[in-house]
């Protein structure tokens, strides 16, 4: 246990250290290892409420890592749930708000209404004496969650929390809470990004005649295929999230072109070929790295291997890897899907013309990477497969139950 005076400056240390972390992983686990160090206590866990119920996300404790190691000590205390309840002393203070300072689980007043659950003490032979347990809440005083601290320490000896450890208690979970809180706001920040990104590539491609599925297929195509070719995995998920956007230029191509049901003449195809130029204008000037990718991949994945493709002739190496990794996904989705202007094809006739466009249109390594892993191929085009109610989601505007929309 630190002394009062260090304990505050540790306090802004902690908050500082708290901010700056993204991951919620390693900010629980960062949390609990503070909480034990200002509180000197043994062990300390975070439980958080999702849906009403108490999920146990983390913990750390010095006599299991002790006798266990981290690795064991986490394999064995899992995450569970449990229902919302004044019955636990987690649930009790989630409900109440306030915290609780318990010297000695055994001595619980009959007459409270929670109870120490003594299950995994009894299963493991660790005795637990004195709980602190606070509720964690966000700026506007909602609760997210509690941290329990487990068993002070003094001189070596269990013991109970004093007052000067609540006051200490109660700063830290404010600013543990305020970091939490920060941290979900930006994962959510994340996926909501990735989803867009399929959702307007969509829009602009198909006009809402298409599902996301065929873009969210070529990007699982294109990352198989780099993660066959052990590309990094950051490599693997930057391709993963600028193949999506390679046609984003077919939102510049007339409806009456892009939308033909039969073959296009050698006017429209000549426009129609403009998609990857557009594509990589609208995407250029950014500062993001996934975008810059997916600008070269919209302007790059026409390109052919032998240097018969459009819009700049590109020959073998030259073209950017992640243009002719794309050319690969991209001709195997169109191929074995329907389109407006021609009708699926069987996968054995796909792959034959792929087979046949080994050298001429696609990178040879990269091609028998692809055809090495068709049962991977397969899976995936199972798990995004087309079914006939998702096209045409525009069809019936007017028709649909605006309260619906509204939730
Ligand atoms: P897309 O439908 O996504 O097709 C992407 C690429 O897959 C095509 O690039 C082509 O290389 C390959 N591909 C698609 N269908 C076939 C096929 O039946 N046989 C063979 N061998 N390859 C096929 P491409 O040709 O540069 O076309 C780019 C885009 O232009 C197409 O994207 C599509 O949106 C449009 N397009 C191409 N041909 C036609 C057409 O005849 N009618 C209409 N309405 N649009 C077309
Ligand atoms: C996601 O938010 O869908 C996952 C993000 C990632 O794994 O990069
Ligand atoms: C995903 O599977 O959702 C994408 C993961 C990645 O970023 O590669
Ligand atoms: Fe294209
Ligand atoms: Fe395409």
């Not at 990004?193 to 969509?202: E, P």
Request: aromatic share 8%; with cysteine; glycine share 6%.
């Amino acid at each position: 246990m630190i002394e009062k005076n260090e304990s505050v400056k540790r306090l802004l240390q902690v908050g500082i250290a708290l901010s700056s972390v993204e991951n919620l992983d390693t900010l629980l686990d960062l949390i609990l290892k503070e909480a034990q160090e200002l509180m000197g206590c043994d062990g300390a866990s975070i439980f958080l409420l999702e849906n009403d119920k108490l999920v146990f996300k983390a913990m750390r404790s010095g006599t299991y890592f002790k006798m266990w190691g981290e690795d064991k000590t986490r394999a064995t205390f899992k995450t569970f749930e449990m229902p919302l309840t004044k019955n636990s002393i987690a649930g009790y203070v989630a409900i109440t708000a306030s915290a609780l300072n318990i010297p000695d689980v055994s001595q619980i007043p009959a007459g409270e209404q929670y109870r120490y659950d003594p299950t995994f003490d009894e299963k493991y032979g660790y005795r637990t004496v004195s709980l602190l347990v606070m509720p964690i809440k966000n700026k506007k005083n909602q609760v997210l969650g509690v941290l329990e601290m487990i068993n002070a320490i003094e001189n070596d000896k269990v013991t109970k929390f004093n007052g000067e450890d609540m006051e200490i208690a109660e700063s830290f979970s404010s600013q543990a809470g305020v970091a939490i809180q920060n941290t979900s706001l930006t994962e959510q920040l994340r996926e909501a990004n990735f989803d867009t990104i399929f959702r307007l590539s969509v829009a602009a491609e198909y006009r809402d005649k298409e599902t996301s599925n065929h873009i969210k297929r070529v990007s699982y195509y294109a990352r198989l295929i780099a993660d066959k070719l052990r590309y990094c995995s950051e490599d693997c998920s930057l391709i993963f999230w600028a193949a999506p956007m390679h046609d984003i230029g077919k939102l510049g191509i007339p409806d009456a072109i892009l939308q033909k049901p039969g073959p296009l003449d050698p006017e429209e195809r000549k426009i129609m070929e403009k998609h990857s130029v557009i594509g990589a204008k609208v995407l250029k000037d950014s500062k993001v790295p996934v975008i810059l990718k997916s600008k070269v991949v919209a302007l790059a994945h026409h390109e052919k291997y032998d240097g018969t493709g459009y819009p700049m002739k590109l020959k073998g190496n030259a073209i950017p890897v992640e243009g002719r990794l794309v050319a690969i996904a991209d001709v195997f989705d169109a191929l074995t899907s329907k389109r407006v202007y021609k009708a699926q094809m069987p996968e054995e006739q796909a792959l034959k013309i792929m087979r046949e466009s080994r050298g001429t249109h696609f990178d040879p390594e990269m091609l028998d990477c692809f055809l090495g892993s068709m049962a991977d191929v397969r899976e995936i085009r199972d798990k995004f497969e087309d079914k006939p109610e998702d096209f045409d989601k525009l069809k019936d505007v007017g028709s649909e139950d605006l309260n619906e929309l509204l939730k």
